[in-house]
């Protein structure tokens, strides 16, 4: 049984200047893979509500739907630390309610964290949620629960104020307790200063090389989500092709016969057939 990477891990890895690297994943084949090749940490990611289940985007995923797949995952996973994103509208009601959602991710669905977007708004929250014992993952930069407030996805602190902000709200969430802080879409010279500011690890995201640590999608690293690509995205497989001709060619040897052939049927004795046979017409 492969050891569990934990918060410390991260902690010290980002001490030591090793970069932390972490997938999302949705389901029990995608985290043993993700598993399997060694990443730091997996995060079950409110993204599913487009890559998994088609949304447009990711307000219309519900804790439900979230603590369905994260339960998935944590039966794949052996190794890596996991993150449940928690939906929009499981966090903002109120700080009761934030604790009991957070609390269903660690009790139900096996979760080591949960992570929230936002700054030094969700501050109390967060700290709420750490005073109950679950570990937070801060968000800030594009928060794609609320992209619309932002003017639709596009790159954030871009002027010097809008930078201040950014870093005044990560050293919010790292005080609220967070344990780390995912930076989204932000230009790479603030990233950098942001990650210097803290103490804890940064996980960029369209956030340059000077964060703490990188995470991407899932489908966007195997090339199987191509109804958009971010510019931070980089492909590093082109599976969707592949897997396409593999699903025609099925089609195509099911229509001409060719499939199952001997070699996919099971056999019976002869003398059984016989048998069966010959019961079957009388």
Do not use: W
């Not at 509208?89 to 991710?105: C, D, K, L, P, T």
């Not at 001997?262 to 016989?274: I, K, T």
Request: aromatic share 6%; hydrophobic share 45%; net charge negative.
């Amino acid at each position: 049984m492969p050891r569990k990477v934990s918060l410390h891990d991260l902690q010290r890895k980002r001490d030591k200047g090793q970069p932390i690297t972490m997938l999302t994943a949705y389901d029990y084949p995608a985290a043993k893979l993700v598993d399997e090749a060694g990443v730091d940490a997996i995060l079950v990611g409110d993204t599913l509500a487009m890559t998994v289940l088609g949304h447009r985007d990711t307000v219309s995923v519900t804790v439900d739907d979230m603590l369905h797949h994260c339960k998935a995952v944590a039966r794949g996973a052996a190794r890596a630390l996991l993150v449940g994103d928690m939906p929009f509208m499981s966090y903002q009601v109120s700080r009761r309610e934030a604790v009991r959602n957070a609390g269903r991710y660690m009790k139900e669905a096996h979760m080591d964290a949960v992570k929230l977007e936002g700054g030094s708004e969700v501050a109390e929250t967060v700290r709420a949620i750490v005073a109950a014992g679950v570990p937070v993952m801060g968000h800030v930069g594009l928060t794609p629960q609320t992209a619309t407030k932002l003017g639709g996805y596009k790159v954030q602190a871009t002027s010097a104020e809008a930078a201040l902000k950014l870093c005044d709200d990560a050293l919010a969430l790292q005080d609220a307790g967070c344990f780390a802080v995912v930076l989204e879409a932000v230009p790479a010279p603030v990233a950098q200063a942001v990650t210097e500011k803290l103490t804890i690890p940064t996980i960029g995201i369209g956030a340059g090389a000077g964060c703490a640590g990188q995470v991407l999608v899932f489908h966007d690293v195997l090339g199987l989500f191509d109804d958009f690509v971010p510019k931070f995205v980089k492909q590093f497989a082109q599976l969707r092709e592949p897997m396409l001709q593999a699903l025609e060619a099925f089609r195509c040897e099911v229509e001409s016969g060719e499939f199952p052939g001997d070699a996919h049927s099971y056999a019976m004795d002869a003398s059984e057939l016989r048998r069966f046979l010959q019961a079957d017409k009388s």
